[in-house]
Structures are given as C-alpha cells and as structure tokens.
Nanobody
Framework: QVQLVESGGGLVQAGGSLRLSCAASGRTFGSYAMGWFRQAPGKEREFVAAINWSGGSTTYADSVKGRFTISRDNAKNTVYLQMNSLKPEDTAVYYC???????????????WGQGTQVTVSS
C-alpha cells in the first residue's frame, strides 16, 4: 500500500511558476508509475502528466505540454510537477496518484493523495 501527500500549491499570478511535490510512504514507491491529475470546480478530474517507475518515460496532456514537467526521485520517495507559464485555466485541485503502469485514465490508479489547491490569477 502507498500513502501519498501533496504539497506546494498556492496562489500565483498568470505567467508564474509553482512546483508541486508528492511524498509517498512505503518501500515500494520505486515500483509504481505516478500520475498527476487536476479537477476544477464543476469539471471532471483530468489527466495532467505521468511518469514510469524509473523516470525514463513521461507523458503529458496536450494542454500542459511544454509548460509542465513531471519528475521523480525514488531515493526520496517523491514525485514532482514543475509548472511554468501558468494560466488561469490551470486553476484546480491537483492530485497525485500511483499505479502499476503509466496510463492516463484516472479510474486505473489505485492510490490517491488528498490534493493541493493551485490558483492562478489573471
């Protein structure tokens, strides 16, 4: 079992940057693929980015490609989401999730954090 705790959210102006962190408990973190999702008020949870167990393979939603970067440090049991050139439409609660493989469907992920709020002002 994996427990996930996100941090790093906050309020930022459009064009600014934030780095989200997701700390995982458990000795098997390095065997999991990790994903970031987000959910804005009144909208469904949507895929943002994912990374495989080694960090050698990543995938992104088209809406964040070129602006966001997912990475991981297995020695620290942590996955990161560096968000640059933020836009008001990036405003959402951001969640990290763990799964056995890289997929974009939220329902496939077994473990979820509690989320961290990101608000981008115009």
């Amino acid at each position: 079992q994996v427990q996930l705790v996100e941090s790093g959210g906050g309020l930022v102006q459009a064009g600014g940057s934030l780095r989200l962190s997701c700390a995982a408990s458990g000795r098997t973190f390095g065997s999991y693929a990790m994903g970031w999702f987000r959910q804005a008020p009144g909208k469904e949870r949507e895929f943002v980015a994912a990374i495989n167990w080694s960090g050698g393979s990543t995938t992104y939603a088209d809406s964040v490609k070129g602006r966001f970067t997912i990475s991981r440090d297995n020695a620290k049991n942590t996955v990161y989401l560096q968000m640059n050139s933020l836009k008001p439409e990036d405003t959402a609660v951001y969640y990290c999730a763990a799964n056995s493989r890289v997929v974009v469907e939220a329902y496939a992920y077994n473990y979820w954090g509690q989320g961290t709020q990101v608000t981008v002002s115009s």
